[in-house]
């Protein structure tokens, strides 16, 4: 059965693409994703787009979000790679968790691009329904899919969602690294949440990193996965080398 969003079938007519951006693993040496992130057709900042997207279109971009990004790295990366693709989704634009997936597997098998290398993460910045999407998460796992929260940290669900679904991945929210190197509140709060994640099983990624006084913090912290503009800025259609820092 098609949920509500799939039978409307409203196409989103403004063009759009994707940057992606590595997430690093500073212990293995080599990118452990590819965040794919919006862009306008020739590059444009995502916020021209994302201006763009109302309720009546939103299921259509998720859709098509999904789409993109899959295509495009399927053409970045060979089917042999070992990166994943980490795709950000919106839970409000996801009606009936099995019907909304269906274009996205049928564009994974088309395109050659494994599924389980496909990471779907969402921001709890949202305001959303936890059950719903609690529905959603769980879907998704079953079906073979990875899981992550992004800007842990800075939204609404925080640690009632934790206490109720372990993803796979956290994502801490950027403010709570940047200048990490110069507040101690911060390094308290971070190396307490890394214990708690190391706790339930969960691998964190420390996103914003953009000096090596933030890098040789969290690496002292035994932090493996980060993503930020000192190691590798987003590329437009394209995966970008990042610089790893030295051994």
Do not use: W
């Not at 308290?188 to 090596?212: D, K, N, Q, S, W």
């Amino acid at each position: 059965m098609a949920c509500a969003g799939c039978r409307e079938g409203q196409a989103f007519e403004i063009p759009f693409s994707m940057a992606f951006q590595p997430i690093v693993d500073l212990k293995e040496r080599r990118v452990f994703a590819h965040e794919a992130l919006v862009r306008g057709p020739s590059g444009e900042a995502a916020g021209s787009i994302l201006a763009r997207v109302t309720e009546e279109n939103r299921y259509a971009f998720d859709q098509q979000c999904r789409v993109r990004a899959i295509e495009l790295a399927a053409r970045l990366s060979p089917a042999a790679g070992r990166e994943s693709l980490s795709i950000n989704f919106m839970p409000n634009a996801v009606y009936e968790p099995r019907a909304c997936i269906r274009l996205t597997l049928q564009t994974a098998e088309k395109v050659g691009f494994p599924a389980d290398r496909i990471i779907f993460e969402f921001t709890e910045s949202e305001q959303i329904d936890t059950d719903h999407l609690l529905n959603i998460l769980g879907t998704y796992r079953s079906i073979g899919f990875r899981t992550a929260i992004d800007d842990f940290g800075a939204g609404h669900a925080g640690l009632n969602l934790l206490a109720r679904f372990q993803p796979d991945i956290v994502k801490l929210d950027m403010d709570l690294i940047r200048e990490i190197d110069r507040d101690r509140s911060k390094r308290v709060v971070v190396r307490h949440t890394l214990a708690m994640l190391e706790e339930f099983g969960i691998a964190p990624v420390c996103e914003g990193v953009e000096t090596l006084g933030e890098l040789a913090v969290l690496r002292d912290f035994g932090v493996n996965l980060v993503q930020g503009y000192a190691l590798a800025r987003p590329a437009f259609e394209a995966f970008a080398d990042p610089a790893f820092p030295a051994a």
